[in-house]
């Protein structure tokens, strides 16, 4: 059975800082994409950042600059460091990543089940 579990939410004033980890465990041959992904209060889930295994990045545009991905493969782990928060980041934030279980398996979704991070005006 494979879990994602988020770590690192949490309540900050405005232009603060905030590092999420997810840490993947279970019954894992091989892990490709990684990501982050957040939702607010009454929105839709929108893609944060994502990270291959080769570590190619990609930023929604909101956060590029100020957040970053990083993953450590030897770990099963993706982190998001997060600096000049704002009132709008604030949200669910969810960890996903695309497992494979077996040599044999194709990649399937995961997701944890979030972490909250909330920005004070």
């Known amino acids: 059975q494979v879990q994602l579990v988020e770590s690192g939410g949490g309540l900050v004033q405005t232009g603060g800082s905030l590092r999420l980890s997810c840490v993947a465990s279970?019954?894992?041959?091989?892990?490709?994409?990684m990501g982050w992904y957040r939702q607010a209060p009454g929105k839709q889930r929108e893609l944060v950042a994502t990270?291959?295994?080769?570590?190619?990045?990609t930023y929604a545009d909101s956060v590029k600059g100020r957040f970053t991905i990083s993953r450590d493969n030897a770990k099963r782990a993706v982190y998001l460091e997060m600096n000049g928060l704002k009132p709008e980041d604030t949200g669910v934030y969810y960890c996903?990543?695309?497992?494979?279980?077996?040599?044999?398996?194709?990649?399937?979704?995961?997701w944890g089940k979030g972490t909250l991070v909330t920005v004070a005006s």
């Open positions: 279970g019954s894992i041959f091989s892990i490709n994409n």
């Open positions: 996903n990543a695309d497992i494979l279980e077996g040599w044999w398996a194709g990649p399937v979704p995961y």
């Open positions: 990270i291959t295994r080769g570590a190619s990045v």
